[in-house]
């Protein structure tokens, strides 16, 4: 696989140039099939070594979390500009894993996140009094009614469409043949400029009126 064959979003982190993480160039090269010259030995000799490297990365964030110096941890959460969406991505993608990697695991996943989140607020509390309740569920998307959503749009009855049903109209709408991220991208842009002006002169509107009605 060329770089031209990975995904836009993959290349940042698939750059042949990018210095070694968990996982080393060779290792990266092997994944994405830039590399095809290994025996079944071989590669079987690779996924061993790249697993240790994993389990041992999990096993060092302990430390990590515990003894890196916060001025340490902001720097590394702190990424150029043009690095940012890819270490977005990143950090995105690196939960993705740990929610698969995890199914079945003897801990769930929901448990382990909610210990995680309570040990970061005692950390930011510097009490292990701080409690906190994090709440997360995987709630699927069902099938919803096109033309009732469509129905609510063509009415302007925005609050009354719901998240669920948002979610998936903007799903099927990227899938259709006619979606352009470009065009829509310029269409959103010029009505978000329109919106914005509206919302400002909805703002003006009322304080004049309550001003009205106060004095």
Do not use: C, W
Request: charged letters at 35%.
């Amino acid at each position: 696989m060329s770089q031209d064959d990975v995904p836009e979003s993959l290349r940042p982190a698939a750059d042949a140039d990018r210095p070694r993480g968990i996982l080393t160039p060779s290792d990266r090269d092997f994944l994405l099939g830039r590399k095809t010259d290994y025996t079944d030995h071989s590669k079987k000799q690779k996924r061993n070594r790249i697993r240790r490297r994993v389990r041992n990365a999990i096993l060092d964030f302990s430390i990590l979390f515990a003894y890196l110096e916060e001025r340490d941890r902001k720097t590394v959460f702190d990424p150029d500009d043009d690095e940012r969406d890819a270490y977005t991505q990143g950090i995105t993608d690196m939960l993705a894993f740990l929610h698969l990697g995890t199914m079945g695991y003897h801990t769930p996943f929901k448990d382990m996140l909610s210990e995680g989140v309570g040990k970061a607020e005692q950390r930011l509390a510097g009490s292990n009094y701080r409690m906190v309740n994090v709440e997360f569920n995987v709630d699927p998307v069902g099938q919803i009614d096109v033309d009732e959503v469509i129905e609510k749009l063509e009415n302007e009855e925005f609050a009354q469409v719901t998240d669920e049903e948002l979610r998936a109209f903007v799903r099927l709408l990227t899938m259709s043949e006619e979606f352009s991220p470009e065009s829509t991208r310029e269409e959103i842009k010029d009505s978000v400029d329109q919106y914005t002006r509206a919302v400002a002169e909805s703002a003006e509107a009322r304080e004049r009126s309550v001003e009205e009605l106060t004095n």
